[in-house]
DNA sequence: ATAGTAATGTTATAATATTACGTTTTGGCA
DNA sequence: TGCCAAAACGTAATATTATAACATTACTAT
């Protein structure tokens, strides 16, 4: 993400945190920093490498605790399938996502398609089951690495 | 699952390998059984002090083989919300399934809606995406969980 | 029988995540 | 202000999940 589009969402961050009355701690807003300022998604240990730009010793509770903020105010997601953490782009509204990860180059899109959303919603329900938390994730190849194999 | 399914499911899986021209030897065999027998799934390592019964010193990679293999296969599939694994009780045809996970009993739902997995892949489509392998996990809690809660 | 491949054995280690407990910081309020 | 309780953070240890690397055995096709 550039620089300005960083910027728009950690102010859009502050303010949610603000209003809700939660704390966005240096801690939190540096891994959140990081993670929106990544191309790619990053495991808690990249996080934890970069974190020692900012603070001394940091030990693995120091990202899990700020993940599990961030995750739990929608201003992050897990990717479960790999491990790894983004950013989230549109945090102002409870959401949720489907995400595109490629397996070639590592790249993620999130998409947010309410009617898919609902879809998975109501067959749950159908049987009984109450969905808290959806977690859609399409392992493939993005439109860029599809068609370099596609010229070999 | 019930001692009759199991054995129906074992002679599909050994007759679908014949096929494909692929071994299911013993411990593929085991690790198979294993999961279908159990009600819930099962980590890695559950697999692994299972498979002490009919193997003297089990390693990991003797159980994430077998995994591998199975999954593969589809004979098995991975939960990536929850690192566990299931048996696969309708292994004859290629599928994206859909799992529902209870979070307070652990039991596990796998549906298979076609809509849906169309639905996804073409949302994918849509910008180029080509989905390999679908992850759909709904988190939340099951009809006889929530039946407990309300009664609270 | 034997060469080539697939499967397994074995040891070690990597990568991801949590527990437990002590200390510091913060915000509310007497 | 000064004190309290809750939240956040520091730190060490450990648990859980997964893979690497290399040796050995077993199977299959000629």
Redesign the pocket.
């Known amino acids: 993400m550039n620089k300005k589009d960083l910027k728009k969402v950690m102010q859009l961050a502050e303010s949610l945190c603000e209003q809700r009355g939660?704390?966005l701690?240096?801690?939190?807003k540096a891994v959140l920093e990081f993670l929106l300022e990544s191309e790619k998604p990053l495991?808690?240990?990249d996080l934890l490498d970069q974190m020692r730009e900012v603070?001394?010793?940091?030990?693995?509770?120091?990202v899990?605790?700020?993940l599990d903020?961030l995750l739990e105010q929608g201003l992050a997601h897990k990717l479960e399938s790999i491990?790894?953490y983004v950013g989230c782009v549109h945090p102002d509204h409870p959401h949720a996502s489907q995400f595109l990860i490629c397996a070639d180059c590592g790249e993620v899109a999130e998409m947010e398609d309410k009617m898919i959303a609902k879809s998975l919603e109501n067959a749950g329900k159908a049987i009984g089951f109450n969905t808290i938390h959806p977690v859609v994730e399409l392992m493939g190849t993005c439109a860029d690495c599809s068609a370099k194999k596609d010229s070999n």
Chains 1, 2 share one sequence.
């Open positions: 939660v704390r701690t240096s801690q939190r495991s808690a240990y603070l001394k010793n940091p030990a693995p509770p120091t899990y605790r700020a903020f491990s790894a």
